[in-house]
């Protein structure tokens, strides 16, 4: 539980590195190779054992994809992690290309030789990216090679074992829905495709299918197992024996067989001999699969995953379990953002104290399995790097006169939270107040948003950003992502943001997290989960609109905030929504945090 303030991120093993696998590359006739950050089960984090970019390069954040040629080498990173890459990837080694800029595929049309073979790992490839590596290597004049064995695995000398962490069956009284249900629901998609078996790989899908859960990624409850589901029939489930005690054994093969991981490839050979069509997410399902199934003569049913959108949903269950959850973490939540402001008035505190202390609350609680992410917690100019990991290296202390921003989430049996927090320690400057006024004007902008039903996530983005593009500002990440059920902080289809497509509906749970970064500077950002609520009638209007109830219980602070920048009904909003943390949390404090919470939530109107 919690997370190393270790730094395994060390710049200069890159150069020595990248020499290693070139002369991997030479022997296995390929003049370059694609390092992805995801395993074969294509998830957003990945245990020790595949964290091969990380072992490469030095980077350790979550999203990002290097190309090696032999006389050059790239990483790509998102907006979020510009600043991590810079700071823990040799640039002599590995050009450093802004993704939003240049995508992997242009930058390999632009680079690789004509004549040249490009080697990828098919097991950590999706169909839709070897698309655009296929073309982006045509255009070359080159071509794109599957490689039997990954040339960084027979470099690296120390690979960590795979994990085989004890699986638990979720019970129904907090998932709303028996597995055998979501089986059947699962089956009809199947076959309603046109499909005979459908292939699963995104192990949040497995999770929530058979109502189990498991540790073998951190932070996220999830197991590493694939399972194939016929239209008609029981499904398997391939995964580590060594995971399954007698009970949890007992439990799975009621409603579906079991077997090893090693067998998958095989049976996928089977289905194809036998000429059936099977489902699979061009997006999810890692290309070597794809490939089993076609040499064998089967057909591929390209689809999206059903299962993404069935559990975004959430059963009531999961509805109240959030709650809950999130009530229990607002608890914890408060009593550190009190704890920050008494170690801020004793002259301030560390990052790695910060993030100590925010788990004690959090595990005082009795209920917390674990937290859902490495907490965020920048002082000062960390602030500024969307998503800074703090390590023994890199620690230091929030002084008078700087913002703190700390983003963290709790994994609870009955829900996942999710929050930020930016407080001031000491006086903060009127850049600062103004900056955070803004944010804070986006946020309550999309909190307070009316929305037709079919409305998506990419047509409402913009309500978060008005107020900072009417100052010329703006942030590079998305307003909102989706959040599971007691599994991934991270989950679609539903998001908010430019690429957020997929229609919000009611059950769904998605982050509202607007921020602005000056670079080297300070860092905001204010975030709450909001629950997506039933259509309702707005007076006068003609259409029922759905709209957003705020779960996330905690004060935003309103030292920060420059009250004649906000509108009337900006600040009957946060007053109603302090008043309704103050009244949900302050029975479950002792005295001094019931008054701190008190004052911290007084309404701006009085």
Same mark, same amino acid.
Request: aromatic share 6%; hydrophobic share 40%.
């Given at each position: ?7 395994g /991120? !060390? ?20 003049? $370059? ?6 395993d ?13 970019? /990380? ?8 999203? $990002? ?30 050009a ?5 800029e240049? *995508? ?14 490009l ?18 290597c045509?255009? #070359?004049?080159?071509?794109? %090679? ?36 979501? @089986? ?6 199947i076959?309603?495709?046109? #499909? ?11 999770a929530?299918?058979?109502?189990? *859960? ?16 016929? /239209? ?74 059903? @299962?993404?959108a069935?559990? #975004? ?17 607002? %608890? ?29 609350? *959090? ?25 800074? *990991?703090v390590?023994?290296?890199? !620690?230091?202390? #929030? ?48 909190a ?12 409402? !983005? ?21 959040? $599971? ?20 509906e ?19 950002? @204010? ?13 006068? $209007? ?5 709209a ?8 935003i ?41 008190i004052?911290?939530?007084r309404?701006?109107?009085?």
């Open positions: 539980m919690f997370q190393s303030f270790e730094d /991120a !060390d710049p200069s093993v890159g150069p020595k590195r990248l020499a290693l696998l070139r002369a991997a590359l030479a022997e296995a006739g390929v003049g $370059g190779f694609i390092v992805p950050r995801t074969e089960y294509q998830g957003e984090y990945v245990p020790a054992c595949a964290e091969r970019l /990380a072992w490469l390069t030095g980077f350790t954040g979550s999203a $990002g994809i290097a190309v090696v040629l032999d006389g050059a080498a790239a990483i790509f990173v998102d907006g979020r992690y510009t600043t991590q890459a810079r700071r823990q990837v040799d640039g002599r080694a590995f450093h290309v802004a993704i939003a240049t *995508r992997p595929s242009e930058w390999i049309e632009a680079h690789l030789p004509a004549g040249a073979k080697g990828f790992d098919p097991k950590l490839h999706t169909r839709a990216e070897v698309r655009r590596f296929e073309k982006a045509a255009a #070359a004049g080159a071509t794109l %090679v599957p490689l039997a064995e990954n040339p960084i695995d027979t470099v690296w000398t120390d690979r960590p074992e795979p994990p085989v962490a004890p699986v638990e069956l979720h019970p129904e009284s907090l998932s709303g829905r028996g597995a055998t249900d979501k @089986i059947a629901a699962l089956q009809g998609d076959a309603r495709a046109g #499909a005979d078996v459908g292939l699963l790989t995104a192990t949040d899908s497995i929530w299918l058979f109502n189990i *859960r498991g540790n073998d990624i951190p932070h996220i409850p999830v197991v590493l197992s694939s399972a194939l589901v016929p /239209a008609d029939g029981r499904p398997t489930l391939f995964v580590d024996p060594r995971k399954l005690s007698n009970a949890v054994r007992d439990g799975i093969e009621e409603i579906a067989d079991v077997a090893q991981p090693g067998e998958l490839a095989g049976r996928l050979a089977a289905l194809g001999a036998d000429g059936r069509a099977v489902l699979v997410d061009p997006e999810l399902t890692p290309e070597a699969h794809l490939r089993a199934i076609e040499a064998a003569g089967g057909r591929l049913v390209e689809a999206q995953d059903p @299962i993404l069935a559990r #975004a949903v959430k059963t009531s269950a999961e509805i109240a379990g959030s709650r809950a959850a999130h009530h229990r973490d607002g %608890v914890a939540l408060v009593r550190f953002l009190k704890w920050l402001d008494d170690r801020s008035a004793s002259g301030g505190f560390g990052e790695i104290e910060a993030v100590t202390a925010l788990g004690r609350f *959090r595990a005082e609680t009795g209920l917390l399995r674990e937290i859902a992410f490495d907490t965020i917690s920048g002082a000062g100019e960390h602030g500024a790097i969307v998503h800074y *990991r390590t023994n290296r890199t !620690d230091r202390r #929030a002084e008078p006169g700087e913002l703190f921003l700390i983003d963290s989430g709790g994994q609870y049996s009955d829900g996942t939270t999710d929050v930020t927090r930016t407080v001031p320690v000491g006086t903060p400057t009127d850049e600062m107040k103004v900056r955070f006024t803004q944010v804070l004007k986006g946020h309550i902008a999309i307070t948003a009316r929305f037709p039903v079919g409305t998506s996530g990419a047509q409402i !983005d913009a309500l978060a950003r008005i107020s900072l593009w009417k100052a010329g500002c703006d942030f590079d990440h998305g307003t909102g992502h989706g959040v $599971g059920a007691y599994l991934s902080v991270h989950e679609g289809p539903q998001r908010i943001s430019k690429l957020g497509h997929a229609a919000l009611p059950g769904m749970i998605v982050s509202n997290e607007p921020g602005y970064y000056k670079p080297d500077h300070f860092g905001i950002r @204010i975030e709450n989960l909001v629950l997506v609520t039933t259509p309702a009638p707005i007076p006068g $209007g003609e259409r029922d609109m759905l957003f109830e705020t779960i996330t219980l905690a004060p602070d309103r030292r920060l905030i420059v009250p004649s920048l906000l509108g009337a009904d900006e600040i009957a909003w946060l007053d109603s929504y302090h008043q309704r943390v103050q009244g949900a949390l302050v029975g479950d404090l002792d005295a001094t945090e019931r008054a701190w919470l004052e911290a939530t309404p701006i109107s009085g």
